[in-house]
């Protein structure tokens, strides 16, 4: 078993740094464009409310790879995100998860479960993007494209996966540094300068989130839950939700929807993990119990719905036994657990048609053409991850919103709420209880092709040619599907042929697979176009078999590749004005 790749995280002088450097000499940051930055409709409010928070879009990262480090929190604030669920906190920090770990080779796969960073730097990194989105707030260049007022936006915590982890020092001392990040941010304050420097004094907010949602995985007991939940409340006064599995479906219907309904029969539903999971009716009263507890607390409850789908890796692609599906086949089994809960639990949900208590959170194939439908059936907010994850990047957030936006306007209204009742009476117009209800009768009916086999069994495309370091086919999917903002693209000098070359920021790099996956020409880009360092023991480490280049102050002083290679790369970068990397 090889050990993870380390993700080193840039300082925030750093990313201020390629920040001040893209938009000055190509009008990005972060290597999105500015044709994908949301910019609120001033006419039509998509907000809603979060346990009580405002958010002024309902859709954001899910926990996961989006979601883990600042650059990547800052990527999904320019698209559109005002919800983000931040990647799961454990006790465990120096996990070994095996690569490739994501597969979104047709409707998605994965393998990696939790935060790859210490506990402490997940901490640093949440807190710098709090200030990162903060300051791009105040920065006046990007008022056109963002608007003068962008609208609130919500962290939520997440963590996992046991009561003796969350209860530890090391977990308690992340929910405490998230609470109140004022150490955090005054020592993080000193590296605002250059072009930020008149925003070094913003009252940053000092509390980075006080919500949770309590990732419970596979095979977490009823009791555990319970323990955990009430610990959230007790000890750190935080609202909270609780991640359900699709596993509460049972096994005959999960298996039945995903294997013959959707045709998916390559997969392989572990009949073992239904047993292990939490089950319906205990599931039911659970909901009640801890909504009342909270209540009597005076704090907030909710769901979400629901985590990936634990099958066997009959693949083989990635190295691991089982795999966690996502993708298409979820959203059917996340929908349909959504009305088989709302008919259990009639008038506790917060859900059109029942009006109820318990806020339903959602992340299970979410995408432009379902985002509507998905919010009409009230939950709040609709997250994503495997779409993000498929050519576009965070690139796919801003038309999702404006899709919606437009959704809303020609339907007659000016906000969500408005336009969700329409849409429940519509609903029951048509016989249904509810506007979720009518959902699920039309993505498991006459609106079932988008999801079944038959359309998500398309491979990427492939050309026939080996991938080189310099030149390709310049489709710019190796910078779009990498979650870690991994890759940049430069362009080419005089005489290189194609017009754009591809670096690499190693130290960004988690080694996935997701950039090889999509990449048309053969090869890994990961691992043939030019590895940057900054970090002179990971060079060595890490481009021992390799080629690398290590860079200080924007020049190589070290390296291992070619005469000609190395030649290229140093004129690459001493054409960029301040270099790629902004400030080293």
Known sequence: MEETPPLTPMSLATLLGRIDHEWR???KIFDLPTAR???????IDLGFDFLGRRCASPVGPAAGPHSQLAENIVLSWLGGSRLFELKTVQILDDLVINRPCIDMQTVGYNIEWSQELTVPQSLTEY????MLVEIL?????????????PGPHVFDMSVGYDLAGISSDKVAAFIHGMRNASAEIEQLRPEIAGPFAHLSDLEFRSTISDTLTLSTFHGCPPEEIEAITKHLIDVHDLDVIVKLNPTLLGYETVAGIVNDELGYTDVSVKEQAFAEDLQFDRGIELIEELNQYAKDRGRKFGIKLTNTLVVDNQKRWMPDETMYLSGPPLHILAMTLLDTLARALPGRLDVPGHDGDVMVSFSAGITKNNL????AAGVNPATVCSDLLKPGGYGRLAPMLKALTTTVREAGHTDLLTWKADRQAAAEAAGHTSSAAAHV???RGPGIEPYRLSSNE???REVDHDLEMFGCVACNFCVTVCPNDAFTSIASLDGMEGRQQYLLFAELCNECGNCMTFCPERGDPAVIKPRLFTDAKLFAD???TGQGFLIADGEIVDARADADSISLVRQLLAREVGNPLGRI
């Open 25 to 27: 000499s190509r009008k």
């Open 37 to 43: 930055f949301w910019k609120p409709d001033p006419e």
């Open 127 to 130: 807190v710098k993007a709090s």
């Open 137 to 149: 707030r105040g920065w006046e260049p990007l008022t056109e494209f963002v608007g003068p007022d």
């Open 372 to 375: 509507a439908d998905s919010l």
């Open 441 to 443: 009768a039309n993505v």
């Open 458 to 460: 398309k491979l990427p």
């Open 542 to 544: 890490r481009a021992a």
